[in-house]
């Protein structure tokens, strides 16, 4: 069992090992990493900056289930992976990092005058400022994702992704949030929920999602909920609105617990 810059994880997240764990100075492929995706409606993925590139059967395998119309959900560095696989950039829409540049896409963005711009100028792939609390701005309001959902709440301190780039095929961007120039960022409205049609599947994207306390946020909660079963079923029953949902000016969370 290898690890790699996880080693102060396993006293805190114990799980059962026949066999102590190896530390990895750098990741390497796993030759038996064959997930049987057909078997399930939706994979979730969070293989971040770095991850060790798939046996390329593996590959194939999830190319194959999601061109068929299996679902994807795509959350926060998972778009930081995997750079040099051309179909998984497709099924993504937009990423950063792994050498990502302008021969991978355009950048991504609203101006200031609520234009989607596809900017196809030279630059990196993916920065973030610091971590922070940031307003998320509903940019399609009629989407079973968004639907019934604030056109503005806040979200709970987390890396605001911006300049992402890629392919951007068959993207619809459902939310943004404004990356300030004042956090390090780019002072353009970055795209934080996507969804792209890959095939007869669908990907759901959000580059939100850092640590646990972003994910304790009720707005991320819920439209990851109802991002999920979009990709899975193209359907969103989750129609009601919580009470404790965020507005504009107050984040909501709920407590993050595990059970060991």
């Known amino acids: 069992v290898f690890t790699w810059q996880g080693d102060d994880l396993i006293p805190q997240w114990p799980v059962p090992l026949k066999r102590p764990t190896q530390a990895l100075k750098e990741p390497k492929v796993d030759p ?3 997930p049987p995706f057909a078997q399930y409606d939706v994979v979730i993925t969070n293989f971040g900056w770095r991850a060790a590139p798939w046996p390329d059967a593996t590959k194939s395998s999830l190319e194959s289930y999601v061109d068929q119309g299996g679902g994807l959900v795509v959350v ?9 696989w051309p179909a998984y950039n497709q099924m993504i829409g937009l990423g950063g990092w792994g050498g990502r540049d ?16 596809r900017d196809t100028s030279e630059g990196r792939g993916g920065s973030h400022g610091r971590q922070h609390e ?4 509903t940019r399609d309001a009629d989407h079973p ?10 979200h709970a301190r987390d890396e605001l992704y911006d300049r992402l ?19 390090g960022g780019t002072g353009r409205h970055e795209p934080m929920m996507m969804t792209i049609d ?23 909660i819920l439209t ?31 407590s993050f617990e595990t059970q060991k």
């Open 76 to 84: 926060h560095a998972a778009d930081n992976s995997f750079a040099e």
């Open 145 to 154: 994702i968004t639907r019934g959902l604030p056109m503005q709440w806040l």
């Open 32 to 34: 038996n990493f064959a």
């Open 224 to 254: 990851f909920q109802r991002g999920a079963q979009w990709a899975a079923t193209g359907k969103v029953t989750l129609s009601d609105i919580p009470d404790d949902f965020p507005d504009a000016q107050t984040v909501r969370q709920r």
């Open 102 to 117: 302008e021969t991978f896409g355009p950048y991504v963005y609203y101006n200031a005058q609520d234009e989607l711009v």
């Open 198 to 220: 890959y095939g007869q599947g669908r990907v759901y994207h959000t580059p939100m999602g850092h640590a646990d306390y972003s994910m304790e946020c009720v707005g991320f």
């Open 165 to 183: 780039r890629g392919p951007a095929e068959k993207m619809h961007v459902l939310a943004t949030a404004f990356s300030d120039k004042e956090t």
């Open 134 to 137: 940031y307003l998320i701005q």
